[in-house]
């Protein structure tokens, strides 16, 4: 980002079957005490597949636009343009990547043993990637744990991002991308470098408590695993932000440039797509 700031902003991160969301700000300059400037008579128009499927003003009071009714499949091409009153426009372009599917290899509870812990007992789960052919591909696996108990005739649950450990390969930067910066954790995003159209079994661990049921009887734990199906331009910008993050503290590092797939401006425009499934683990409910 500049210095002088003053530069559109665009955001929007795409799903099939979910709200459209579109953020539209200006950049701000690195001694602004603001995260972003708003943008009043700003317009967005959507496209798919070369068609306008949406045209709206930017709501200038709101960080996010919402936007129901435009829906999206996979494969779909998509570009979002917008301008402010000032006369200044942005675009950004996409695809809806396809859904790659996965299958449970295998779940067991293994002991494993480092410098810092010693050994412990774990929850060593392996997932079967089915890696399309041809195109490379570009993932993230994410892991939430749900608890739902009874509470006075109703059912109320409770989510939380699992924190799980990252060893298998897949997860380390592989040599055309560069080296692993100090383990830093890329949040699970990773590549199909080693296995491009292959079937793939990844191996995470978690920590023993979530293979457990819940005590209170009427509750379930539920271990919901995600695969999301990234675009190249979510890859890059991810990681370039984590390192950019990383590096913050570091007056050694050089500044990192954070990625940007917007014409005229800065932000993101991309598509994702979603395989889930989860384990559950429950006391009668």
Request: glycine share 8%; hydrophobic share 35%; charged share 25%.
């Amino acid at each position: 980002m500049e210095e002088r700031g003053g530069r559109l902003v665009l955001y929007s991160f795409i799903a099939p079957d979910s709200i459209l969301q579109v953020h539209l700000s200006k950049s701000v300059s690195h001694l602004s005490v603001d995260d972003f400037e708003r943008v009043y008579n700003g317009n967005i128009t959507v496209y798919r597949n070369d068609r306008i499927v949406d045209d709206f003003i930017f709501p200038f009071d709101e960080s996010w636009a919402n936007r129901y009714g435009v829906n999206f499949s996979s494969g779909d091409s998509i570009l979002i343009e917008a301008f402010d009153g000032s006369g200044q426009s942005v675009s950004g372009k996409t695809i809806i990547p396809d859904t790659v599917p996965f299958l449970w290899a295998d779940t067991a509870t293994v002991v494993r043993s480092d410098n810092k812990d010693g050994e412990r007992k774990v929850l060593n789960c392996k997932l079967t990637i089915s890696d399309p052919a041809v195109i490379k591909n570009y993932y993230q696996l994410i892991i939430f744990e749900q608890i739902c108990r009874m509470e006075e005739g109703v059912v109320k649950c409770e989510q939380k991002r699992v924190v799980y450990d990252k060893t298998d390969p897949v997860f380390f930067v592989q040599s055309k991308e560069g080296s692993l910066i100090g383990e830093i954790d890329f949040d699970g995003c990773f590549s199909d470098t080693l296995f491009n159209g292959e079937n793939y079994n990844l191996e995470v661990d978690l920590p023993l408590e979530y293979a457990t049921v819940p005590d209170q009887n009427g509750a379930s734990r539920k271990i919901y695993f995600l695969l999301l199906s990234h675009t190249r331009g979510f890859y890059d910008y991810y990681r370039s932000r984590v390192v950019a993050e990383y590096g913050y503290d570091l007056p050694i590092i050089d500044p990192i440039r954070i990625y940007n797939n917007i014409d005229g401006g800065l932000g993101l425009v991309t598509g994702y797509n979603v395989t889930s499934d989860s384990l559950i683990f429950d006391n009668g409910i």
